[in-house]
């Protein structure tokens, strides 16, 4: 049972905001939020203890944009969701390209682990992680974390989701209903 001693993680493309197919996030008139993932985080945080981002955003070192814009895409992001009352505890990001694959990048577990040195009362077994993505799910079995599949009409279900996904949700609501 899920309840206010668990840490909620969530990927950031596809899940807080929508998506650019085969592009970035360059500034924040780019940055247009989820409806379903407003409509699901006042639930989601009266349940979480913690709500953590880690995002990969290898833009960053592919210089399509600055870490600068990138915090400053993060400082509108909290801010416009602190105004409807929501909370995000804390965004971790890895700017690396992939094939770096550095400790930082999901699937890898370095944000995680810098998100226990900062909360170390975070358990991984009592943390779902929300993800679009075959890196997310890997990264939160990684840590034994359950892990939550997005499949919205920008993404779809390939065979080897299958082994990572505790759960296949449409949308964040659709989690935020299974689990109140």
């Known amino acids: 049972m899920i309840d206010s001693t668990w840490t909620l993680f969530l990927d950031r493309d596809g899940i807080i905001n929508k998506r650019i197919i085969d592009g970035?996030?360059?500034?924040i008139s780019q940055f247009v939020f989820k409806d379903d993932f407003i409509q699901a985080m006042p639930i989601l945080n009266r349940i979480f203890k913690y709500t953590i981002v880690v995002t990969n955003q290898q833009g960053i070192e592919k210089e399509l944009v600055t870490e600068s814009e990138?915090?400053?895409i993060h400082a509108y992001l909290i801010n416009s969701l602190k105004e409807k009352n929501i909370k995000i505890d804390k965004i971790y990001l890895c700017p690396h390209l992939a094939e770096r694959n550095c400790n930082?990048?999901?699937p890898n577990i370095g944000m995680?682990?810098?998100?226990?040195k900062e909360f170390p009362d975070i358990d991984f077994n009592?943390?779902?992680?929300?993800?679009?993505?075959?890196s997310d799910l890997i990264f939160g079995k990684n840590l034994n974390?359950?892990?939550?599949?997005?499949?919205?009409t920008n993404?779809?279900?390939?065979?080897?989701?299958?082994?990572?996904?505790?759960f296949f949700c449409a949308d964040m609501m659709e989690f935020t209903n299974l689990i109140r």
């Open 24 to 27: 970035y996030v360059k500034e």
């Open 112 to 116: 995680a682990l810098n998100a226990k």
């Open 70 to 72: 990138v915090a400053t």
């Open 155 to 166: 993404n779809y279900v390939k065979s080897d989701i299958l082994a990572y996904a505790d």
């Open 126 to 134: 009592k943390s779902v992680m929300i993800g679009d993505s075959i």
């Open 104 to 106: 930082c990048r999901k």
């Open 145 to 152: 974390m359950k892990t939550v599949f997005i499949a919205d």
